[in-house]
């Protein structure tokens, strides 16, 4: 016999005995002729009650330990396998009644990512040719030897090449979805484009192209770049967005292109879609622009000298990882590292003697980030070596911050380990490059979009919908506090 079936004939008879002893008690009472009878009849009528009492509080236990607790498990594994993309066994409490539910639910959940899977291969194939088209735009970007960059009317990046990357050198400030205006002084680029817009008006056979050229004034005072400013329209639309180009200086000798990625991921056309600026906390959650990030360090307590030795982060736009933009630096820490760290995260003193310190690395960072949501897991830790540092590298990190640790604590309030790699597993997502800052930047990043189908879900849509549970995740967990 089960255990949980044990249990429930035992509080069954404990109930039994118990209304036994309240009769006999009453009748007791009735009868009682004597002041020992009567006496008798309370002892009899108390010892009932206990009794009585044990017997509701064990089919409450009963009840809630193999019942309704089992449902509320098996309730999160369902949102969570939902938008699973692996197949995994549903995880239930031992001795559970649920009987032969699960096992059907594991059936069914099985045939939908079957299923699933099946849809995204027919989807992948259709738009592999698509994908063709997509090729040829980066060999054609690829091979310029011209700085492209393509904007919306909300003057953010839609598009550039890798010869404007090589031309500007500003990486920590180039970047999708970013605006331009990060890049160049505005004045200049707003009134060329509110002249060729005023002349595309007045061109109602929609032939007219045109081009102005433009000086473009750097804000990080480097040399300015002499641009072409060309709209782009269409037949519904009058103008989606402007492209600037530009050639390299005639005195760098440099050939565009370079020692850089033959093929990175640096435009998103969807972004033309994008409304105007709006009150952040409104914004969804898979329309934010996200820097995804994680540190290494010489050990687990920042506030106890410990030193970050290693920072990675990665880009996210419009709902993707943009693996073409991304950040990864090594730091000297100015101390050793321990050989304790080391096996942890395979970093060495050697590695890092020489590097920049993290008084001149984190205003790069800065940059790179720019206005963005941080995302990291465990993001208290993180911080709070940030924070540790805003002195001696004179920025300070204002940004909204998510917490995938918090987010899955949420999600999967039925589980107590939400380490990267538990939840990774239980999300399906693939781990590479684990205890690397890039590496961990790049999981936590995947799990993080794995995430927000599961949370509009249970109703966290916007960016302030996310912060709010995350905050009631931080009472409960106070996970700041070790810190």
Known sequence: MRPAGFLAILFATLALVAFFIAVAFGLAVIRADSVRNLQ???????????????AILGAWATVHLRLARPIETLTREIETLAHARKIRQIEMPDGHLMGGLSQAVQQLIERVITARAKRR?????????????????ETILLDLSEGVIV?????????YNQAAMQILKQPEALGLG???????????????????????????????RIRRRVSCERLDGGAGVEARLALICSDEIETEGYVLTFAPPADTGEEAGAALPPR???????????PPERKIADIPLKELRCVVFDTETTGLEPSNGDEMISIGAVRIVNGRIVRGETFEQLIDPGRGIPKSSTRF????DRQVKGKPDAGTVLPRFHRFCGRAVLVAHNAAFDMKFLELKEKVSGVSFKNPVLDVLLLSAYLHDHMDDHSMKATAERIGVEISGRHTA????????AIFLA??????TRGVVTLGDALKVSSRQVKLRKMQARF
């Open 438 to 445: 890039l590496g961990d930047a790049m999981t936590t990043a």
């Open 40 to 54: 008798l009849a309370v002892l009899l009528g108390a010892a009932g009650s206990v009794l009585f009492l044990f």
């Open 264 to 274: 990175p991921e640096f435009y998103d056309f969807d972004l033309f879609q994008r």
């Open 178 to 208: 970013r605006r331009l205006f990060g890049l160049f002084e505005r004045g200049p680029v707003l009134e060329v484009l509110d002249e060729l817009t005023a002349k595309q008006r007045g061109d109602k056979t929609r032939k007219l």
């Open 121 to 137: 291969e027919t989807v992948d194939a259709a738009l592999e040719r698509g994908d063709t088209y997509k090729r040829r735009l």
């Open 151 to 159: 904007c919306n009317l909300d003057n953010r990046v839609l598009l």
């Open 451 to 456: 995430m927000l189908d599961p949370l509009e």
């Open 345 to 348: 995260h395979g970093l060495t």
